[in-house]
Every structure is written in C-alpha cells, then in structure tokens.
C-alpha cells in the first residue's frame, strides 16, 4: 500500500518495511554471530587460547561498535535512516566476507573491529523507522518482530557455521555469511522510503550537544537510569552465552561443529525467535490493562530461563542438558523489545536514536566487551580445573549478573504508572 502523495516508486508500507529492517536485524547477527559456532576451529588453527578467542568474540567488536554507534545516532537523528542502514549492512558484510582471509589472531582482530564499525549504523535507525511507523500502543508488537530477525540472524549463523564450516571449512562459512547483507542493501535502497518524523528540537537544545541532553534526559529518569543498567548486566550474559554456548556444547557435551549448529539452529533460532514475538503480543495485551506488564515481561522472562539455563551448563547427561537449553532459549531474548519501548516512551522523539546508541552503547560496551571476554579469562584461569567442563561453570557463575538485570528491569518497572 503507497502513502497518499507519494512522488516516486519506493514501496512504504509500514509491513514491508518492517519486514526488510527484521531482514537487517537477522544479518546483523547472522555476520555477528558466526563467529560463536566457528570459535573452536579457528581456535585450534591458530592455536589461540580461550582468553583470546573471547577478545575476538567480546572487546574487539564492542568497543568500536558502541563508540561509532554514537556519532551515527547523531547523523540519524537529522539523516536519512534508510541510507545510513544500506550503506553500514555493505559495510559489515563485505567485512565479514573479508575475514575469510585472516592469516592470524591480529587480522582476525582487525576484521571483528571492521564489523563492529560497520554494525554500529545499523539498529539505532532501525529503532527510531519502527517507532515513527507504529502508534504507542503497536509498538512493542512491531518491535519484537524487529527483534525475532535476531533470532533468525543466529539460527543462520549456526546453521552455515556448523555445516557449511564443518564440510569446507570456517572461512567459506564466513564467505556465504557475508554476501547476503549486500544484497539486502540495495532491495532497502531502492524499495524502502524514510518515514516522517518529528524533528523539531526545543530552541534550548538547538546550541547543546546531543548526546548530552539525551545522557541528561536519560540519567534524570530513574526508570530509564535503571533499564540502561538492567540492559547492561542482561548483556554480559547474553553474550557470554552466544560466544561460547557452541564451543561448550561441542567440547562438554560431544556434539560435532555440525550437530551443534543444527542443535542451537532449532532451539534458539527458531524456539528463541517465537518466545521473542509472541511476549511482545503478550506485552501488548497485558499492558492495555496495566502499563507495567510492558516492561514486566522482562522480569519475568529473564528469571524464568535461570534455571533451565543452569540445567544445560551443569548437567553431565546430554539429553536432559539440551531439553533445558531449549526451554531457556523461549524466555532468553524477552527482554529486548521492552526495554527500548520503553526508552521511546519516555524521551523526546527527536532524541530517540541518540538514546538508543546510548543503551546499545552500554549494551554492547558491557555485554559484548565483558561477557565473552570475562568467560573466556574464567575458563583459562580460575576454573581450569574442571578440564572440559570449565566454560560450562563460568557460564553458570555468570547468571548471577542476569539475575541483577532483572532486578534493575523490575526497578524500572515500578516507575511506571
């Protein structure tokens, strides 16, 4: 369906647009995560121990990601989204195809920081199209879809990691990893237009910095000031899961490169991508008739999943210790959506994509740079002694910051009236 006074071609449905940007979402993390089911081998090539693999896999990427997220947010605040999207996915794919090439642990390095640039232009506009396109009260709905391509984005990144990586080798998985994006750039180009928005800016913040006033803005909330630390803490758990759940599951539980990406394909692709949808239906319906439940959700989900999650890291038998892995997987990623309607209900809108580079700044700063990177230390060093079995319990020992994420999320909850 065309707008009403469209000049030119482009198709601006609020559903085809939002499918294109899931799209995005899902090669964002399919050229992300590759890296997770491909560790071992490339671990074994190089002969790199745990602590570096966890370096490629957290610090390298987060901290250019977060550190260019923010003057991207600023350019998307005033640019256009679409083409600030299509030329960040050209940019991380092409890098992503380029790691093939890697002759040792510092070309591995110097291509995960490409990514992480690259990566870094390509949520936060994503976030702010999606809320100018969708009312308030569709919002957590459209952007959980956004979320879900996650969900897809690593189901891919499992499934050509653990076959195509097993049958020709790690770096042809992160060949035909990468060629995709650059195709879906030009469809968003040429296909997709940028949605109105607000942009008018109060005349007191014309002269201030951006990223200032929305800092203030954020840190004068005390529900925002405590969801930026819930998403921070949630995030040293996610990633640490996501960087070293496959190598754990091929080193502890016997699993072959292909048979765990398979695995982890189906369960947290495809059983963590519909857990993601459908609490965003969940959220929106429980909210209509209290608000809270928008954000509560995450309380809930984040706590549901530790036990399970504790069940598939600690349990020695491999069948049970896959059943929980995939009950966790369904409540894992709950937490996303709500956590930026929330931020988009309670900042400025012209403020909205310098705030969310701020809390994926955070996100990814703490999560991604600490998470694997803190794992992979923890294995080498503290838990050593437990031979196979040692990622397995720095995974576990580092649940105890998810369980203070929920308890900042549900902090935050209590703000809303």
């Known amino acids: 369906m065309l707008s009403h006074g469209c000049k030119d071609d482009h198709i601006v449905s609020k559903g085809y647009t939002l499918s294109l940007l899931t799209a995005v979402f899902a090669i964002n993390q399919l050229d992300r995560q590759i890296l997770g089911i491909t560790l071992e081998a490339i671990g074994q090539e190089f002969d790199l121990s745990d602590t570096k693999l966890g370096i490629l896999s957290g610090l390298a990427f987060a901290v250019v990601f977060g550190a260019f997220g923010l003057p991207i947010a600023r350019l998307a605040a005033r640019g256009n989204r679409r083409n600030i999207i299509s030329l960040s996915l050209i940019a991380w794919s092409g890098l992503t195809a380029a790691t093939a090439g890697a002759q040792n642990f510092t070309h591995l390095a110097l291509a995960r920081i490409g990514v992480g640039i690259g990566e870094a232009g390509g949520v ?6 999606i809320t100018d396109l969708y009312p308030p ?27 195509v990586g097993q049958e020709f080798g790690w770096r042809w998985a992160f060949v035909v990893a990468g060629v995709p994006g650059i195709l879906l750039a030009f469809l968003l180009r040429f296909t997709v ?19 200032i006033a929305t800092s203030r803005a954020i840190f004068d909330d005390p529900g925002l000031r405590c969801a930026l630390f819930a998403i921070s803490l949630t995030g040293v758990v996610t990633f640490g899961a996501l960087a070293w759940t496959p190598t754990f599951a091929i080193r502890a539980l016997g699993l072959s490169q292909a ?31 209290d608000p809270r439940w928008r954000l509560g959700i995450a309380v809930a989900g984040l706590l549901a999943a530790k036990p399970f999650i504790l069940g598939f890291l600690l349990l020695e038998s491999r069948p049970p210790a896959l059943g929980c892995l995939v009950v966790a997987t369904l409540f894992a990623g709950i937490f996303w959506a709500p956590t930026f309607v ?20 955070a996100f990814n700063l703490v999560g991604v740079g600490m998470g694997p990177t803190v794992v992979g230390l923890a294995s080498d060093t503290i838990f050593s002694g437990f031979g196979s079995r040692s990622l397995g319990v720095s995974l576990a020992v580092i ?13 935050a909850m209590r703000t809303i009236s």
């Open 124 to 129: 936060a506009p994503a976030h702010s199209m």
């Open 137 to 163: 009260e569709k919002r957590t709905s459209a952007m959980a879809t956004f979320v879900s391509g996650g969900n897809i984005g690593i189901l891919l990144a499992f499934l050509i990691g653990g076959i």
């Open 193 to 211: 237009r940028e949605p109105e928005r607000d942009i008018s800016v109060k005349a007191g913040e014309q002269n201030r910095s951006l990223f």
């Open 259 to 289: 048979q765990a990406g398979i695995f982890l394909a189906l369960s947290v692709g495809i059983g963590g991508g519909l857990g993601t949808w459908f609490s965003g239906r969940v959220a929106d319906r429980l909210g209509t008739s």
């Open 342 to 361: 929330f931020l988009h209900s309670r900042i400025p809108s012209h403020m909205r994509p310098m705030a969310t580079a701020i809390f994926i700044f």
């Open 399 to 411: 649940q105890a910051v998810g369980v203070a994420g929920a308890w900042f999320y549900w902090k």
